[in-house]
Nanobody, 115 residues
Framework: QVRVEESGGGLVQTGGSLRLSCAAS????????MGWFRQAPGKEREFVAR???????DYADSVKGRFSISKNKYNNAVYLQMNSLKPEDTAIYYC?????????WGQGTQVTVSS
């Protein structure tokens, strides 16, 4: 089993920045990627960003140039730096850890961007 835990959400004004953190623990040896998804009220969960163990990253078009995902290779942690935030970025942000066995999800952290 892998445990995933997010932190760092909050309330920010349009144009502001937030940094989300995610830590994975447990049987992490088989993980090959960690990423972020988000779900706004009344909408489906959508992909935001992903980083693989080799460092390659992917981003949703809606966040390219504003969000940056990075990882700490020593402790299975990933970070999502979010700049130039917009009201449409308001959502619950979920971190996941992907292994060859399964995908593990955190409980989510709320990000609210006020206009």
């Amino acid at each position: 089993q892998v445990r995933v835990e997010e932190s760092g959400g909050g309330l920010v004004q349009t144009g502001g920045s937030l940094r989300l953190s995610c830590a994975a623990s447990g049987r992490t040896f088989s993980m090959y990627a960690m990423g972020w998804f988000r779900q706004a009220p009344g909408k489906e969960r959508e992909f935001v960003a992903r980083i693989r163990v080799n460092g390659l990253t992917d981003y949703a078009d809606s966040v390219k140039g504003r969000f940056s995902i990075s990882k700490n290779k020593y402790n299975n942690a990933v970070y999502l730096q979010m700049n130039s935030l917009k009201p449409e970025d308001t959502a619950i942000y979920y971190c996941n850890a992907v292994s060859h066995i399964s995908t593990y999800w955190g409980q989510g952290t709320q990000v609210t961007v006020s206009s």
